[in-house]
């Protein structure tokens, strides 16, 4: 393959691509070759290893030899999140975007969401996805018809987007499927949302923050495999339900996840963005659910979980009782409701029950004639 010649790209904007990559030999060509052969060409593809052992290595030298546009950063292994922070800091672009290492970009993807971006003028474009199964690369959609994108303004209604979930194929805490304004990347202080899981919530919280408007491009230009693994920080699953780290120190699955609402309750309390009761119940589900994974993996029994688990029960409890008052007074005036509604009924009753009613019902029906 020979090198690209960006020459003919000179005036329009470069895309940073990043690929942290974490033993991903088995998929990294596939990956790569979907990645260089976008339409929009004015772009550089940012590979970090992330301190592989197998050989990756390798397989970016390969590619990197073939495409000029490849960079190489290396690292010592620390996860998908400081990997990415690697690439950030190597990039040169004025937009990023990110995709793994074991999944595909349509051969469109940088090309429609950079025109569906400056198109909006938005700070941050949101395509739809398709997700594959390892043997079945060859029969991927290409649903990119030319659907209307969806446009998100003000932060209220982007962070309902982040609270309230995905829509349809689009996702919203995800790191690819989206490109960025570089900008949005200015003054992460990465540390601070450093942790073994759930990085990705945690750094995009904070990016969402910055954007004053999004769109949601329906056309499905990212391909996710589906291996029953993610990357980069992925190596033993079942393991990673207890012996995690925030910051740098021990912690579980269930903390981290109170750490996203926590950061998520500050920004929505600061900005009077009013959607405290939707960021709970994200929290007490997402709980729930993360527990249920926990005792069908009999990992509940590590004693930050477990102490986790009582704390969130105790919380929802609290929570409860803050609210019987209120549930209280709605209940008194239901029932005052029923009874008014009851009384009116049996008063009806006995009018059209009475001698005088019956007497009088030809005279009515003669009046409603005239009345006509």
Request: charged share 25%; glycine share 4%.
């Amino acid at each position: 393959m020979a090198a690209f010649d960006q020459r003919s790209m000179s005036k329009e904007p470069t895309v940073s691509i990043i690929i942290p990559i974490y033993n991903a030999e088995k998929y990294l060509a596939q990956c790569l070759g979907s990645v260089v052969a976008q339409s929009y060409g004015n772009i550089e593809i940012i590979c970090v290893n992330d301190g592989s052992v197998d050989g990756s290595d390798k397989v970016i030298d390969m590619w990197s030899n073939k495409d000029t546009r490849i960079k190489k950063v290396n690292i010592k292994n620390s996860g998908a999140n400081i990997a990415r922070k690697a690439g950030v800091k190597k990039a040169s672009g004025e937009f990023i975007a990110f995709v793994d290492s074991d999944d595909l970009m349509h051969v469109n993807n940088i090309k429609n969401n950079l025109d569906c971006l400056r198109r909006t003028r938005a700070d941050m474009s949101v395509n739809a996805l398709v997700q594959f199964a390892d043997c079945d690369t060859n029969n991927l959609s290409d649903d990119t018809g030319n659907l209307r994108p969806d446009v998100i303004v003000g932060m209220r209604n982007i962070f309902q987007f982040l609270i309230c979930g995905d829509r349809g194929d689009i996702y919203s805490m995800v790191p690819w499927g989206k490109l960025y304004k570089k900008e949005l990347f200015d003054h992460i202080d990465w540390d601070k949302i450093d942790a073994t899981r759930f990085n990705d919530e945690l750094l995009l919280t904070i990016v969402y923050e910055k954007c004053q408007k999004i769109t949601l491009l329906p056309q499905k230009l990212s391909y996710y495999r589906d291996n029953g693994f993610g990357q980069s920080d992925q190596k033993q699953l079942s393991k990673q339900l207890v012996d995690l780290k925030f910051q740098g120190k021990p912690s579980s699955i269930l903390e981290i996840i109170y750490k996203i609402y926590k950061l998520r309750d500050t920004i929505i309390t600061k900005n009077q963005l009013g959607l405290e009761r939707e960021n709970y119940d994200w929290w007490f589900h997402n709980s729930m659910y993360r527990t249920n994974q926990l005792i069908r993996r009999d990992a509940i029994c590590d004693g930050n979980n477990l102490k986790y688990f009582k704390k969130v029960w105790q919380e929802n409890e609290r929570r409860q009782q803050s609210m019987l008052p209120e549930k209280a007074t709605h209940v008194a005036r239901l029932k005052q409701s029923e009874q008014r509604i009851t009384q009116l009924e049996n008063e009806i009753n006995l009018i059209m029950n009475s001698r005088s009613w019956k007497i009088t019902k030809p005279l009515r029906a003669i009046g409603r004639v005239f009345k006509h």
